[in-house]
């Protein structure tokens, strides 16, 4: 009986100090560096913990993400993602330094001696940062939308992706812009449309004095009402503007729901009413100046001496 204590005994010690002495060494294993009065202890312990407190956070994280989007809309849902992974690398930041403190790593000692580069990052990234937050404010307050037309700089673009450091978007000739998000918050951007499809349009044309207005509105009006992309209801709208230098301008105002493709219809409405013109013999003037000369009479000089002086 003594000896089979006695036996426990070894193999308990032989567990504590060799086995597990072992493996206390394995983790201990690393860098030690001196910051002051402690010590930073870089070792495949704290290595082991950092891999096993991001694979558990990725978990946690994954499972939250599941839980808050199941009835979400699909657009809503990619939204909310790219705001999530914005959130995660905070959340990981955060696990590295609890990780770390709870290793026995004094992180004040990290941070203290980082402040200087965060300063420097801060200067350097803080157009980024801007873009960030613009672009958490813009998918959380929606107010822009993908498949909204935006302009930007003079160019006009259909937004189809938003992300959260810059937003995407095509122009009518296929280029891509890529619009960094903080100018949606600091710039001036005109969205056509932001609280519905369709836009006010217009088309201006001058016409020949002498002619007959009556008809000029008529043919414009019906233009407008054959064209298939023009809207019936609100109804296009004639305005007769002004008496221009040379001609009686005109213009044909109408709706439409495809702002982006308006070029394409203001292209063949004016291809209609110049056909329509040519055929009621309605002449679109071009700029005219008549100069007209005077004739005046010759300036005089008597150069005759005045002999009674």
């Known amino acids: 009986m003594i000896m089979l204590q006695e036996r426990d005994t070894d193999i308990t010690e032989i567990i504590e100090e060799d086995i597990w002495g072992s493996i206390m060494d394995f983790l201990n294993y690393g860098f030690h560096i001196p910051a002051g009065e402690n010590t930073i202890h870089l ?28 009835k979400m809309e699909q657009e809503d849902k990619l939204k909310f993602i790219s705001i999530f992974k914005f959130i995660k690398y905070l959340v990981y ?55 909204d037309v935006v302009e930007v700089g003079g ?25 960094p998000n903080h100018k949606f918050i600091s710039d ?13 349009e ?7 004095y002498g002619s007959d207005v009556a008809l000029v509105t008529r043919i414009l ?28 301008l005109f213009s044909i105002n109408f709706f439409i729901k495809d702002s982006f493709g308006d070029p394409a219809i203001k292209s063949e ?21 008549d100069v007209h000369f005077y004739p005046h009479n010759p300036i005089r000089i008597d150069n005759s001496i005045d002999t009674n002086a």
């Open 188 to 200: 001036t951007i005109y969205n056509f449309t932001q609280n519905h499809k369709t836009t006010r």
């Open 269 to 289: 409405i004016r291809y209609a009413i110049d056909k329509k013109f040519r055929e009621h013999n309605v002449t679109i003037p071009f700029p005219q100046r």
């Open 202 to 208: 217009k088309v201006s044309v001058g016409v020949a």
């Open 93 to 147: 930041l955060v696990v590295i330094l609890l990780t770390m403190s709870a290793a026995g790593i004094n992180i004040t000692v990290i941070l203290t001696a980082s402040a200087a580069l965060f300063v420097g990052l801060g200067l350097a990234l803080q157009e980024l940062f801007q873009d960030i937050i613009a672009g958490v404010l813009i998918i959380v307050d929606k107010s822009l939308r993908v498949g």
């Open 155 to 179: 160019k006009v673009g259909k937004v189809f992706e938003i992300k959260l450091r810059t937003t995407r978007a095509i122009t009518r000739d296929d280029k891509i812009i890529v619009i």
């Open 43 to 70: 070792t495949i312990g704290l290595l082991l913990l950092l891999i096993v407190a991001f694979v558990v956070t990725g978990f946690v994280l994954k499972l939250l993400r599941k839980i808050l989007t199941r």
């Open 221 to 248: 009006q019906e233009v407008a009402a054959e064209h298939q992309r023009v809207l019936k209801n609100p109804k296009p709208l004639v305005l007769f503007e002004d008496f221009g230098d040379s001609a009686l």
